[in-house]
């Protein structure tokens, strides 16, 4: 808080942080957030509204039709993707509550137990449901290109015909591509192609990719993203949390036990000497999207469905729910550090930290060289 000296000698505390939130929400209503996102067919789409009206703007776009939806029902749901590349094995998230990477009931930061599967495997797990355990396919180092480029290829070359991604090449140059631009034969390419598989039962909590600027399309099932810009970590709540990681265990009758194990205290059971482990810290926002109470402005909502491609800017919060079986893939390109789209984020960061710090009556402290939320 901030003292502010009145004439008259009375004294009155401002709470800066929670003053400058409120600003940043107002801010967003009346300036960032529209009623919905918008949608244009992908044969209407130009390179001048992409890059001008959308990337520039860092507004996120609903891209309709990018691959044609019939054709991606028998080509890339689940019993295709098993039939085709059933043997591929794939490291697989496994949660009890469908929630890995969030923050849990305990306050811990909650990694996945990892588990590699054969995607037949997998996929039959994912049918049948199982109470215990929720399996979800969410890779995000480049996995698709990386360990499965036959998957990929044939993506690319019968979803979109022949392109490395969703998106004609003029449009990603024009929105994505370097300063100034460049040869218009030249390729802009991806930093990486993500493949996400999962059912109704996993979320994705709420978090930002500030490096990466967010091209996603469903190819079986559909997914609903609900998104903040990405001013809102100013005002919406975050919690340095200790990380841990989910493990599983099963008793005789077949039944299987969770325990959330924070991670230092897994190292150090698993260290020979007596030296304590380190606690690792993770700031993540601790919040629900699509709770009615949530402080401020009501976040942008669309259900993205097959064939479509959600663009979603740099930075930008969002949280993501699924239904039934859905298959999804994404690709991410470069985002730009060198406008004013970085400083408001990071400062908006600086000040929800702030806050949340006061709040719990912790001391806070700047970890820019760290990843945040």
């Known amino acids: 808080s901030s003292p502010n000296h009145k004439p008259n000698g009375r004294v009155v505390c401002i709470d800066v942080p929670r003053v400058l939130a409120a600003g940043a929400a107002r801010d967003a209503a009346e300036l960032w957030l529209g009623l919905e996102v918008d949608a244009i067919d992908s044969g209407a789409l130009t390179p001048l509204v992409f890059a001008r009206d959308y990337a520039a703007a860092s507004r996120p776009l609903l891209v309709r039709g990018v691959a044609d939806a019939e054709r991606l029902a028998h080509t890339f749901d689940l019993a295709s993707l098993a039939r085709r590349w059933g043997d591929a094995?794939?490291?697989?998230?496994?949660?009890?509550?469908?929630?890995?990477?969030?923050?849990?009931?305990?306050?811990?930061?909650?990694?996945?137990?990892?588990?590699?599967?054969?995607?037949?495997?997998?996929?039959?797990?994912?049918?049948?449901?199982?109470?215990?355990?929720?399996?979800?396919?969410?890779?995000?180092?480049?996995?698709?290109?990386?360990?499965?480029?036959?998957?990929?290829?044939?993506?690319c070359d019968e979803a979109f015909a022949g392109r490395p991604g969703p998106l004609a090449n003029d449009l990603v140059a024009a929105a994505f591509g370097p300063r100034g631009g460049g040869r218009e034969e030249d390729v802009v390419l991806p930093e990486a192609v993500n493949l996400w598989i999962g059912d109704r039962r996993s979320v994705t909590s709420a978090h930002r990719d500030r490096a990466f600027e967010n091209l996603y399309v469903v190819l079986a099932g559909a997914k609903s993203f609900y998104l903040l810009p990405p001013t809102?970590?100013?005002?919406?709540?975050?919690?340095?949390?200790?990380?841990?990681?989910?493990?599983?265990?099963?008793?005789?009758?077949?039944?299987?036990?969770?325990?959330?194990?924070?991670?230092?205290?897994?190292?150090?059971?698993?260290?020979?000497?007596?030296?304590?482990?380190?606690?690792?810290?993770?700031?993540?926002?601790?919040?629900?999207?699509t709770d009615p109470a949530l402080d401020g402005p009501r976040p942008l909502a669309v259900t993205v469905e097959p064939g479509d491609c959600l663009y979603i800017p740099a930075a930008w919060v969002h949280q993501v729910h699924q239904r039934d079986a859905t298959v999804a893939a994404n690709w991410w390109y470069e985002a730009r550090y060198d406008d004013v789209r970085w400083a408001a984020a990071e400062t908006a960061r600086r000040i929800g930290e702030l806050g949340s710090a006061k709040r719990d009556r912790q001391t806070y402290v700047d970890k820019?060289?760290?990843?945040q939320t």
């Open 89 to 155: 094995d794939i490291d697989v998230a496994a949660t009890p509550d469908g929630r890995a990477d969030a923050i849990s009931g305990e306050g811990l930061f909650a990694k996945p137990e990892t588990r590699r599967l054969a995607l037949r495997t997998f996929v039959e797990r994912l049918v049948r449901e199982t109470d215990d355990t929720v399996l979800y396919y969410s890779a995000q180092n480049d996995e698709l290109r990386r360990r499965h480029p036959e998957l990929l290829r044939s993506l």
């Open 232 to 289: 809102a970590p100013a005002w919406l709540p975050v919690l340095e949390a200790r990380a841990a990681t989910w493990h599983s265990s099963q008793s005789s009758d077949g039944t299987t036990h969770w325990r959330l194990v924070p991670d230092d205290a897994a190292a150090a059971d698993d260290d020979d000497d007596d030296a304590a482990a380190e606690p690792s810290y993770v700031h993540w926002l601790d919040c629900d999207l």
């Open 368 to 371: 820019s060289d760290v990843e």
